[in-house]
């Protein structure tokens, strides 16, 4: 398990992290989304052991990553822009990685190197972005790690790329129990593939919920209607968040059991009604907006 208890990191007068807490379980995926600035790579940075912090502090398994040789060794950080050794090959980055992880397979790197559309003799810093990315998760995979921090890993992935990363992590993450985080500015990416989401913003977490339990409890209803009933009416007998109209179509989205909803719903006499998925992403502006926050402004 990794915890963060009010970490703070500052950088002079900035605050780059305020206080931050929450868990992510052993053997789980998690979703940190926010903006640019939000704090989330220096998050990331902090929970590899790069940076100490200023206040709070981050465990795994109950020791800190700064300056703690094992922890580290079972951990791997790709961050938004890799590092390699100048002059380097991914055969080099194999023979330099594997005298500092005794996680290392050989076997997982030739699978992997065989998986991905690249040359291990090509000198990386001649690769394209997307294709440095595929060269750092291919090393950062055959360390086989405990822990997997990724910072904006799916930027530059083609399509295919990006689904065959996910199998990827959904088998390690089923097969070892490793534990991921993943830092996105972008919620569509991270949409059915991790188990919790939270929202950082100005370096502090503004929501972090469950998936399965931050989608039930609220649904987009569709219905029809020959005489459109007036709102307020509606609001009397629905919880409804938010709500557009197109002719005689109401699309709305209503907080309760869906069942009650479309119950409540019978009473303005709808030609026809049904429930309609929520993205993600409607599922986060609506906790928001309840919240009081327009996440419209947050998550660009």
């Known amino acids: 398990m990794i915890e963060i208890k009010t970490l703070t990191k500052k950088f002079g007068s900035f605050t780059a992290l305020n206080g931050v807490s929450f868990e992510i379980p052993t053997g789980s995926i998690f979703g940190l989304v926010g903006s640019n600035g939000a704090g989330k790579s220096t998050l990331l940075r902090t929970l590899a052991g790069v940076y100490r912090p200023d206040g709070g502090n981050v465990f795994f398994e109950g020791s800190p990553p700064y300056e703690h040789t094992e922890i580290k060794s079972r951990l791997f950080f790709i961050s938004d822009y890799p ?129 399965d339990s931050l989608r039930l409890g609220i649904h987009r209803i569709q219905a029809v209607f020959l005489d459109m009933p007036e709102l307020p009416k509606m609001k009397e007998k629905i919880d409804i968040v938010s709500w557009e109209r197109s002719g005689s179509v109401l699309s709305f989205v209503a907080r309760g059991e869906l069942e009650e909803i479309l119950g409540a719903l019978e009473q303005f006499g709808p030609q026809f009604q049904e429930a309609v998925p929520l993205s993600l992403e409607e599922v986060f502006i609506s906790e928001m907006e309840a919240a009081g926050y327009d996440i419209n402004n947050i998550v660009g």
């Open 83 to 211: 590092y390699f050794p100048p002059q380097s090959t991914l055969e080099d980055l194999k023979s330099l990685l594997r005298d500092f992880y005794p996680g290392w397979d050989d076997k997982t790197f030739d699978r992997l190197c065989a998986m991905f559309p690249i040359n291990r003799k090509d000198k990386l810093k001649d690769m394209s972005k997307g294709m440095q990315r595929q060269a750092a998760l291919i090393a950062a995979l055959s360390t086989r790690p405990d822990y997997f921090l990724l910072d904006e890993i799916f930027d530059g992935l083609d399509p295919v790329v990006r689904q065959l990363l996910k199998k990827l992590i959904a088998g390690e993450v089923a097969d070892r129990g490793m534990t991921v985080l993943i830092a996105s500015h972008n919620l569509r990416e991270l949409e059915d593939f991790c188990d919790t989401i939270a929202l950082l913003h100005r370096g502090g977490v503004l929501l972090e919920k469950e998936l």
